[in-house]
């Protein structure tokens, strides 16, 4: 009943640090190849489910992973910036000093309650799957996620960082909610 969490390989707003919910971009060669280093680390696992957000970057690195049968869900979309799309936190802050994703209420975005809900189904899914759930999404959506594994707001989501093409692994310990391995 395990969650391993991966984020997408590097692209292009990725490695300068623009938000990028709903701008379909592709992979990088590099994140290319850093989605497919991950094949070996995966493969080791068997999964009762694998979930991949319908992005083009989850999608290919899943597929170079090794898992290109991957169930699409949009449920594991990231978290939609509005009219932040495309633009870096700096920037933002040039106009909007206090904003945060976690915190704030981002003009034309995605509210913090709808990533909430729709995190929870991922999460009440995985736990009562019977076997570990492998999902293929992005940084602040499986940040938002691990929050909600462990019963907390996905405002918590800000504790949590993640690089791209890394996995991280959930699961319970004496039937509580843990964080086993983060951003590897």
Aim: with cysteine; net charge negative; glycine share 6%.
């Amino acid at each position: 009943m395990a969650l391993f969490l991966v984020r997408h390989g590097t692209t292009e707003w990725s490695l300068n640090g623009r938000h990028t919910s709903h701008t379909d971009l592709p992979l990088l060669p590099e994140g290319e190849e850093s989605a497919l280093a991950l094949a070996p680390r995966l493969k080791e696992q068997t999964y009762a489910a694998v979930l991949t957000s319908p992005r083009q970057r989850a999608l290919r690195t899943a597929e170079l992973a090794g898992f290109p049968d991957a169930t699409v869900t949009e449920d594991l979309v990231e978290w939609d910036y509005g009219d932040y799309e495309g633009i870096t936190t700096p920037e933002i802050h040039r106009t909007d000093p206090g904003w945060s994703l976690w915190t704030s209420v981002t003009p034309r975005g995605e509210p913090a309650a709808s990533v909430q809900e729709r995190l929870a189904r991922v999460a009440t899914a995985a736990r009562e799957r019977d076997g570990d759930t492998l999902v293929f999404s992005h940084g602040h959506s499986l940040c938002a996620l691990a929050a909600v594994w462990l019963g907390l707001p996905v405002s918590e989501g800000r504790l949590f960082r993640l690089d791209t093409a890394t996995v991280s692994m959930l699961d319970t310990h004496h039937d509580q909610p843990v964080v086993k391995h983060w951003n590897t």
